[in-house]
Structure formats: structure tokens, C-alpha cells
């Protein structure tokens, strides 16, 4: 597993966010190796691996597993500055590694844009997550529905001691009465095993899973009974693929993300749902 705090090297380590699990090796040369990245920002018309030679693939994952051989790395595609690739590490976030594999960074990369900065890897995953959601079986999920005509979808990744989950929870029923069926993914934060993840899980392996997952959201104690078969851990290894860090984390049908507790009335008016089913 992924963890910045068990990086071997001889060489000068610098984490610069522990939450972020941003850090630096090699820092001077890095340094100045992403500057002169940027100052030749070029976006790429495709991120797919096909179009990265397999020497150069053969290159960076051999680098990368010579200083860190308990990882598992995957070339995604040509990142948007020049010379650099982006490697996605197993259980861990995505790096930006040049192309003889010695420097590499990782952390969110914007483009700069008339007005705004926009995240390249949001961009990127908005057609991943909307390829995704529009083929995936919604089986495995618990899911309330609009009693009327539905307009509008919405996944959530969730835990069931986030205060704002909790809080969004609430306003199910009006988000249902403006026609928006919610479907709930597990995301317990505080990871698999723990605490977080035996009381969704209990959620998720019961008979009326709606019932016990709104109690264990409210706080109930309900008691701890977690099936071998339980979705949870593929929720959770999904919702880091798609660039989810925190709860609760809503994706629309369209792939895009919106990060946090929105109120009902906020989420209603993103879809265009001005007032509530009659």
C-alpha cells in the first residue's frame, strides 16, 4: 500500500503536506525539472497508454520499481506537460514522472485558462467517471428514490460518522421530492479495517439495508454484523480511482464532482429542479 512516510531513498526527502501526500525527492533537481515542464505546457489530444511507446513505458515503471519495488505503477497516458507521463501508483495517487523515470511529483496540476485554473486530471476523469456511471450496475448500491417521476441522479460516496454525510442524509427526503434519486457508494474514511468500515459494512449486509444504513447514520448502535460478500472495499478502491479524498463526495451522471455537503435546494437548482415534485 502507498505510504509516503516508508519511501527508502538516499537521497534528500522533502514531504511538503502530509494530507495531500505531496512530497519531493531529489528536491533542487525536481525542482528545476518541473519548472521547465511548465514553461512548456502543452495539453495532449489523448491520455491513452496506446499512444505511449512501450520502451518508454519499460523505462519508468523499471525506475520507479528500482527505488520503490513494493508498488505497483501503470502508465495512464502522455501527461499535459512535455516529457512527463502519467503513472498511476496501486492504492496511491497519480504521479507525474518524466520520461528516463528520475523525477517525478505528484499532486493536482492546472492549466491555466481565461479566468479560471482548471484541473487537468478533473478533466480527464469527468469522461471517466460519466463512462463509468452510465454502464455500472447500481446492484450493489442503496438507493433511495423520488415516490414520483425521477429527473435527476446522483451518486454519493459516504461514511456514516462524516458529520456532513450525516447532514446530507437528512435532506434525502427533499432532495427525493425535488425528483433527485440519491444512490449512496461506501467511502468510510478512516479506511478498511476499522471502526468506520464495520459499521457500513453492517449497513450493507442487512435485510432492509435502508432502514439500518439511515439508523447507523444517525448514530444508533446498531450492532456490528458484517458479511464476507460486502461491497465496501470495492466502493472504496473505486471512489480513490475516481479522484475521491474526503465525504461526502456526489458525482453526477455527466462524471462531474462536487466535493462536500451541498444543501438539497443548492443541488436542486445544479440540475435545474427549481421546485419540488407535486
Request: aromatic share 10%; net charge negative.
Amino acid at each position: 500500500m502507498w505510504n509516503p512516510h516508508s519511501i527508502r531513498n538516499s537521497k534528500a526527502l522533502t514531504i511538503l503536506n502530509q494530507d495531500s501526500i505531496l512530497f519531493n525527492i531529489n528536491f533542487l533537481s525536481a525542482k528545476l525539472t518541473f519548472a521547465a515542464g511548465l514553461a512548456a505546457l502543452v495539453l495532449s489530444s489523448s491520455l491513452a497508454t496506446a499512444d505511449v511507446p512501450s520502451a518508454v513505458v519499460n523505462t519508468i515503471t523499471d525506475k520507479l520499481t528500482s527505488g520503490r519495488s513494493d508498488l505497483r505503477y501503470s502508465v495512464i497516458g502522455r501527461a499535459p506537460i512535455e516529457g512527463f507521463y502519467e503513472v498511476q501508483v496501486e492504492n496511491g495517487p497519480v504521479l507525474y514522472v518524466s520520461a528516463n523515470g528520475e523525477h517525478f511529483f505528484d499532486g493536482s496540476l492546472y492549466q491555466v485558462k481565461a479566468g479560471q485554473f482548471v484541473n487537468v486530471r478533473d478533466m480527464r476523469l469527468n469522461d471517466e467517471r460519466e463512462a463509468l456511471f452510465a454502464t455500472r450496475s447500481t446492484s450493489d448500491m442503496i438507493i433511495f428514490k423520488p415516490a414520483g417521476q425521477t429527473k435527476a441522479v446522483m451518486n454519493v460516496f459516504t461514511d456514516v460518522d462524516c458529520g456532513y454525510c450525516r447532514k446530507l442524509h437528512r435532506e434525502v427526503p427533499e432532495l427525493n421530492a425535488f425528483g433527485i434519486e440519491v444512490r449512496y457508494l461506501a467511502y468510510p474514511r478512516a479506511g478498511i479495517p476499522s471502526e468506520s468500515y464495520n459499521k457500513i459494512a453492517t449497513a450493507w449486509c442487512a435485510y432492509d439495508k435502508q432502514d439500518i444504513f439511515t439508523r447507523v447514520k444517525n448514530g444508533e448502535n446498531i450492532p456490528t454484523a458484517v458479511c464476507d460478500d460486502n461491497p465496501v472495499a470495492e466502493h472504496f478502491a473505486l471512489g480513490r480511482e475516481l479522484g475521491v479524498s474526503g465525504t461526502p463526495s456526489i458525482i453526477l451522471m455527466d462524471g462531474t464532482m462536487i466535493p462536500g455537503y451541498q444543501p438539497a435546494a443548492d443541488l436542486a437548482k445544479i440540475f435545474g429542479l427549481e421546485k419540488p415534485n407535486s
